[in-house]
């Protein structure tokens, strides 16, 4: 019996005005036992987000109405879809879009010609590291300042809460729990990306980056230890 039974099939929002690849995704995410909404532009694809919020979006960068990061930033700036999981489709040189929309919070990227695949497992992958965050009970402190509420998947810094995208929660979780230890860039993505070869290390400095915007003046408690990787220091 398939691990899907008895529960609602998980639903997939693929936003891309290409007919040709809503099609294929459609179909291999189908056939991989999710439920797949098709939209071939941002604007419908917003409107649909009033009346349900999917499990995770397939979002293709070039789009007629909207640019895919304007959609990202809208869906990282809103309380109720901030922790809605993103991954990005993008061409081979659209590079500065890549790294922008991780920088605003998106997941994981695929460029353009992927392997269906591919993203089958990425999406699995992203669900997958989501969820396991979500089934954790526990509250982590760090100094009094940073509060990281595991079961409820939020961050709150001197008392102000912060909206983390999934990755960086679960990247400032690593570090917090770790405090005073360093990892580095490779250790971060063999514990947060289980491995996954197609995860660069430059995706961990831009995170780094975003958290510590966040985090206002807590931002110093994150270290980068020269040659080696990045640390979190309470004392700081």
């Given amino acids: 019996m398939s691990s899907e039974a008895g529960r609602e099939r998980r639903r997939i929002a693929v936003v891309d005005d290409e007919p040709d690849i809503l099609d294929l995704v459609e179909l291999h995410l189908s056939r991989a036992g999710f439920a797949v909404d098709g939209f071939p532009d941002a ?4 409107d649909s987000l009033r009346a349900s919020v999917p499990d995770l979006v397939v979002l293709d960068l070039m789009l007629p109405d909207h640019h895919g990061t304007d959609v990202c930033r ?4 809103d309380d109720g879809l901030a922790r809605l999981p993103v991954i990005m489709l993008t061409a081979l040189g659209e590079e500065t879009d890549r790294v922008l929309g991780l920088e605003l919070g998106a997941d994981d990227y695929l460029t353009k010609p992927f392997s269906p695949r591919e993203l089958v497992a990425r999406v699995r992958a992203v669900l997958r590291r989501s969820e396991a965050a979500g089934r954790e009970e526990s509250v982590i402190s760090v100094a009094g300042r940073i509060r990281l509420d595991v079961e409820r998947y939020t961050t ?5 809460e912060v909206s983390l995208t999934p990755t960086e929660f679960r990247i ?5 729990e770790g405090r005073g230890r ?9 514990i947060l990306w289980e491995g996954e070869k197609f995860v660069f290390e430059r995706t961990i400095d831009v995170h780094i980056r975003h958290i510590r915007e966040k985090l206002g003046d807590a931002a110093g408690m994150i270290q980068n ?10 004392r700081e």
């Fill in 43 to 46: 604007g419908s694809f917003l």
């Fill in 74 to 77: 809208r869906i990282r700036e």
């Fill in 156 to 160: 709150t810094v001197d008392g102000r």
């Fill in 172 to 176: 400032l979780k690593v570090l917090a």
């Fill in 182 to 190: 360093v990892y580095s860039r490779s250790r971060l993505l063999e």
């Fill in 225 to 234: 230890v020269r040659g080696v990787g990045y640390k979190l220091d309470p």
